[in-house]
């Protein structure tokens, strides 16, 4: 099989062979591994830290494959952080799992609920308002973490708990979504999506 290097016209570069990218470098140095890392004849986990984007302005937040953020193939497990998130507005925060047929709003399954020092104070189903952090407030910044995990296919579960620094109140969320095609991409919005991003940041990690 012949091995050749590949030049790209973003200044990226590949080894190949038989034509397939099997290690690529990056514009910023990076080695990304396509496929399995083999020790001898054993897989070896892969880990990614994306870079962190600000949430101070916007309405939404994209790690996604057009700027080069997207969620690579390997993936099996995703946590997404949040640091000191907040919005302008009351609409709810949400995430929006997509493939390369853009981002999926429909079908999924979950609730999530907030708690006020021992009272629950509110639920609500998710269906169409995807990974819906059911409760905000203009004064309130979210701190914590959301985790996907593969299940088989392209089927996903997902759990986190999220701190309110505006009150003395948690958000979590629990459930499964079935994306139409491989997960490729993941869009933080308010339900609205009209309230604009304020303060904060967010950040994905990716292990496979």
Not at 178 to 187: F, N, P
Request: proline fraction near 2%; glycine fraction near 12%.
């Amino acid at each position: 099989m012949t091995t050749s290097i590949k030049s790209n016209t973003d200044g990226s570069s590949a080894i190949q062979t038989g034509g397939v990218d099997r290690i690529q470098i990056t514009t910023s140095g990076n080695i990304v591994i396509p496929g399995s890392l083999l020790v001898g004849t054993s897989s070896v986990s892969k880990m990614e830290l994306l870079t962190a984007k600000a949430t101070t302005s916007g309405t939404t937040v994209d790690f996604s494959p057009t700027d080069g953020t997207g969620i690579p193939s390997w993936a099996k497990k995703i946590t997404i952080t949040f640091n000191g998130v907040s919005s302008n507005g009351t609409s709810p925060l949400t995430i929006y799992l997509g493939t390369t047929s853009g981002y999926e709003n429909t079908s999924y399954n979950g609730s999530s609920s907030y708690v006020s020092g021992t009272n629950v104070c509110g639920v609500a189903m998710l269906g169409s308002t995807g990974v819906n952090l059911q409760y905000n407030a203009a004064v309130d910044s979210r701190h914590g973490s959301i985790t996907f995990t593969l299940i088989s296919g392209n089927t996903w579960a997902f759990s986190g708990n999220l701190a309110l620094s505006g009150s003395s109140s948690t958000l979590q969320v629990a459930g499964t979504k079935t994306v139409a095609a491989t997960l490729d991409r993941i869009r933080i919005t308010s339900v609205n999506g009209t309230d604009l991003f304020d303060t904060g940041s967010v950040n994905i990690l990716v292990e496979g």
